[in-house]
C-alpha cells in the first residue's frame, strides 16, 4: 500500500482542487491542530484518489487546437505552451478560446505499469 | 464534456479522500472534527476559486469556529512570551522572602490566563485581514487588564492580612515594594514605592517590568511607564527591536523567547545568506555537491512554509536559487526570462495531464492525454481523453 501511494504523481496538486487543499492543510498545520506528516499523508492519498477518479469516473473527451509556443520535455515530463488554442468539447459542440494554454503533462505508463 | 460535471467529480473526490485519510487521522490522534474542518475548509477554498458549481455550495455552510488565520496570529504572541519572561524574571527574588510571596507570582500568570483566553475569540473573527494585526490589540489587552485588575486586588488583600500578622514595619515595607514589583499594582501602590523597588530590583529588571506594564496597561495608564522614563503605553503592540534585545539577554530563553515573526526574520536572513554564500562559491563545487546544495534551499522552504503560517517566505526569489543550478552553456538567461513570464501569465489557463502519445512530423504535432483537468478563462474542466493538433 505504502509502495503503491507513491507511485502517483502530484502534479495534481497545482491545480485547485490541490490547492486548495494544501491551503486548508496549511491552514491546520498552522493552527498546530495537525502535524505536516499528516498533511502528506493527505496528499498522497489525494494523488491516488485524483488520478483514479478521473480515470474511472470521466469519460468525456475534448479536441484542442493552436500553434505551439515551447516545448519540452524532461524527466518523463512534457510542458507546452500553446497559444490561441480552442477547445472543442465533445458534447454539444462547445468552443473555448483562450490566447495560452500552458500544459503539464506526465506519461501515463508509469502508473499502469505498476 | 462540460463545467458541469466537474462539481460532482470533484466532490467525489474529496468525499474519498476524507475518507482514505480517517484511518491515518485516528492513528496520529487527530480528532474527528479536525478532519471535518478540513473537509469544509478545502470546500469553501475551492468555492472560492469559483472554477465551477460545486454540489456543497447552494446549502449554507455551517460556520465552524475558524481558528484565527495566520496573518492575525502574530499579534498576541507576544503577551505570553512576557509573561514568561516575567515570571522568570520575578521568581527570584523572592527566594529569600517567605513562601506567600513566593506563589505571587504563578497567581499572577494565573489570574491573566482568562485575559488571553478571552482574547483570542476576538482575533477569531477577524477576517484576516492587514488590519487584522493592530485591530484586535485593544480587545486583547482589555480583558488582561482587568483580570490583572483582581490579581492587584487579590494581593492587596493578601497584604493587608499579612500587615496584621506581622509586626515588623520594616519588613512589610519590603513585602510591599516587592508585592508592587510582582504584581502589577494599581498606579498609586506604585506611586507609593518608587524608592523602595531598585532595592530589590536590578534596573534592568526593572527596565522590563515597565516595558511589561505598557504593554498590558491601557494607553489611558501612561504612568505605568513613566516612572522608568519610557515613552507612553504603545497602541500598534510590542516593538520588536526592543523584544529580540530584552528576550536575548534576559534569561538565555534565546528562540524560545523570540515571537514568531523574529523567527521568520531570523530564517530568513540565514537563507538569504546561504543564497548569497551560494551565488560566489557556486561554480567551484563539484558536480554532486552543487546539485544537492541546489536542492537544500527548496527543502529548506518547505520546511519554513509548515513553520511558518503566511506561507513560505515570497522574498526569496527563484532567481535567486536558480544562480545556484548547474548552468549550461546552453542556457540563455533571456530565453528563461521570457519563459518565466509567459508561465506566469499562464497560471490561469492550465491543463495538467497525462499523456499517452506524443507525436511530432516536422512542425506538426499530435498528442493524446488523458485523465486531465483543465483550467481555462477562470472555469475549470476535467477529461478523459484529449487529443491536440498544434504547430510549432
Known amino acids: 500500500m505504502a509502495a503503491s501511494s507513491t507511485n502517483f504523481y502530484d502534479l495534481y496538486r497545482h491545480g485547485s482542487l490541490g490547492l486548495s487543499l494544501t491551503d486548508a492543510l496549511d491552514e491546520l498545520i498552522g493552527d498546530e491542530r495537525i502535524d505536516p506528516q499528516l498533511a502528506m499523508k493527505v496528499l498522497t492519498q489525494f494523488d491516488r484518489i485524483i488520478a483514479e477518479t478521473l480515470q474511472e469516473k470521466v469519460k468525456a473527451r475534448l479536441t484542442f487546437k493552436g500553434s505551439l509556443d515551447t516545448y519540452r520535455f524532461c524527466d518523463e515530463v512534457w510542458t507546452f505552451l500553446i497559444r490561441n488554442v480552442t477547445f472543442k468539447l465533445d458534447n454539444g459542440g462547445q468552443m473555448i478560446q483562450a490566447d495560452k494554454v500552458k500544459i503539464v503533462s506526465c506519461s501515463s505508463k508509469r502508473t499502469d505499469e505498476k | ?392
Open chain 2, 1 to 392: 464534456m462540460s463545467n458541469a460535471s466537474v462539481g460532482p467529480v470533484y466532490d467525489s473526490i474529496i468525499q474519498d479522500v476524507i475518507s482514505a485519510v480517517r484511518v491515518d487521522f485516528e492513528e496520529s490522534g487527530v480528532d474527528d472534527g479536525v478532519l471535518e474542518d478540513l473537509k469544509k475548509r478545502w470546500q469553501m477554498k475551492l468555492s472560492q476559486l469559483n472554477v465551477a458549481q460545486f454540489p456543497w455550495d447552494p446549502k449554507p455552510e455551517p460556520q465552524q469556529s475558524t481558528p484565527a488565520p495566520a496573518a492575525a496570529q502574530p499579534a498576541p504572541a507576544p503577551v505570553p512570551n512576557y509573561n514568561q519572561a516575567v515570571s522568570a524574571q520575578a521568581a527570584p527574588p523572592p527566594l529569600s522572602l517567605p513562601n506567600s510571596h513566593a506563589q505571587n507570582p504563578n497567581g499572577v500568570a494565573v489570574k491573566q490566563e482568562p485575559g488571553l483566553v478571552k482574547a483570542e475569540p476576538g482575533i477569531k473573527q477577524e477576517p484576516g485581514s492587514g488590519s487584522a494585526g493592530s485591530a484586535p490589540i485593544h480587545p486583547a489587552y482589555n480583558p488582561a487588564a482587568a483580570a490583572r485588575g483582581t490579581a492587584a486586588q487579590r494581593a492587596a488583600q493578601a497584604l493587608e492580612n499579612q500587615y496584621g500578622q506581622r509586626a515588623a514595619a520594616s519588613i512589610n515595607a519590603i513585602h510591599n515594594g516587592m508585592a508592587s514589583q510582582i504584581n502589577p499594582p494599581p498606579q498609586a501602590q506604585q506611586g507609593q514605592r518608587p524608592g523602595q523597588a531598585p532595592q530589590h530590583l536590578s534596573p534592568q529588571q526593572q527596565y522590563r517590568q515597565g516595558v511589561v506594564m505598557q504593554q498590558r496597561m491601557q494607553p489611558q495608564v501612561p504612568n505605568a511607564g513613566a516612572p522608568n522614563g519610557l515613552p507612553a503605553a504603545q497602541v500598534d503592540g510590542p516593538s520588536d527591536v526592543v523584544d529580540h534585545g530584552l528576550l536575548q539577554d534576559a534569561d538565555g530563553s534565546g528562540p524560545a523567547g523570540m515571537n514568531r515573526h523574529e523567527i521568520d526574520n531570523h530564517l530568513h536572513a540565514l537563507i538569504a545568506a546561504r543564497a548569497k554564500q551560494m551565488e560566489g562559491g557556486g561554480l567551484m563545487l563539484p558536480l554532486e555537491q552543487a546539485t544537492s546544495q541546489r536542492s537544500l534551499p527548496a527543502k529548506k522552504r518547505m520546511a519554513a512554509a509548515t513553520a511558518q503560517f503566511d506561507g513560505p517566505d515570497d522574498d526569496i526569489k527563484d532567481e535567486d536559487l536558480d544562480e545556484d543550478a548547474i548552468n549550461s552553456d546552453l542556457d540563455d538567461p533571456d530565453e528563461d526570462q521570457e519563459e518565466d513570464e509567459d508561465e506566469d501569465e499562464t497560471m490561469g489557463h492550465m491543463m495538467l495531464c497525462m499523456y499517452d502519445k506524443v507525436q511530432r512530423v516536422k512542425n506538426k504535432w499530435k498528442c493524446v492525454l488523458k485523465d486531465g483537468v483543465l483550467t481555462v478563462n477562470g472555469k475549470e474542466y476535467v477529461f478523459h481523453k484529449a487529443t491536440g493538433e498544434y504547430e510549432w
